[in-house]
Every structure is written in structure tokens, then in C-alpha cells.
């Protein structure tokens, strides 16, 4: 019933920047929690940044060159990647916790967005 979309990734030389959005669409009441994960291949999923209405958090390794932000009214998450990195290079998923019509609270992942930065 919901979808998480993303869009932004792609093909970038070290130092660039990128600029990923997810958003969300269905029968929804309320989105209470968002963030963007990432893997890299032989590498475990890991966390990038996470926000809610109040908060943010952004992991040690990107601290300082990512910025997550949300348009909440549009259900939206975005992730600014500047000074990017080879070791950036993953797929980066969109998370979010979601009540929608017929279903409290639950969590939904996107399909994933491949970010490549060659050095």
C-alpha cells in the first residue's frame, strides 16, 4: 500500500556532490521517522542519518559533508552528499516508519539508489 521512491544516484568524481530524495506515497496518516542506509558490496547494511520532526543524527563517517532533511508535509526525505568520497561508493536505501489507513505503524524500505564516486 505504501511506496517508498528514491531518485538522485549516480555516476560522481571524488569531491562532488549528490543530491538524494526519497518519497513516500499511499494511504498515509503520518510519517514518524525517516533515514537513509547504505551497503557496499562485502559490507554490512549500515546507517547514514536518520530524522524526525525534532532530531538528526548523522553516523561519525559522514559527519560534516552529509545533511538530511525532510519536506514532512510532502513525505519526503532528502540526503546532500557534498565532499564525496570512493569509500561513499554504495547503495543507499531509504527507511521509514509510517501509519497509514488500516495499518498503525510499520516500517517500509525503498528500492535503493546506486552512488558510484570514482577517485
Known amino acids: 500500500q505504501v511506496q517508498l521512491v528514491e531518485s538522485g544516484g549516480g555516476l560522481v568524481q571524488a569531491g562532488g556532490s549528490l543530491r538524494l530524495s526519497c518519497t513516500a506515497s499511499?494511504?498515509?496518516?503520518?510519517?514518524?521517522?525517516m533515514a537513509w542506509y547504505r551497503q557496499a558490496p562485502g559490507n554490512q547494511r549500515e546507517l547514514v542519518a536518520s530524522?524526525?520532526?525534532?532530531?538528526?543524527f548523522h553516523a561519525d563517517f559522514v559527519k560534516g559533508r552529509f545533511t538530511i532533511s525532510e519536506d514532512n508535509a510532502k513525505n519526503t526525505a532528502f540526503l546532500q552528499m557534498d565532499g564525496l568520497k570512493a569509500e561513499d561508493t554504495a547503495v543507499y536505501s531509504c527507511?521509514?516508519?509510517?501509519?497509514?489507513?488500516?495499518?498503525?505503524?510499520?516500517?517500509?524500505w525503498g528500492q535503493g539508489t546506486q552512488v558510484t564516486v570514482s577517485s
Open positions: 499511499g494511504s498515509i496518516l503520518s510519517t514518524q521517522f
Open positions: 530524522i524526525t520532526s525534532s532530531d538528526t
Open positions: 527507511y521509514a516508519l509510517i501509519q497509514s489507513v488500516g495499518v498503525p505503524l510499520r516500517a517500509y
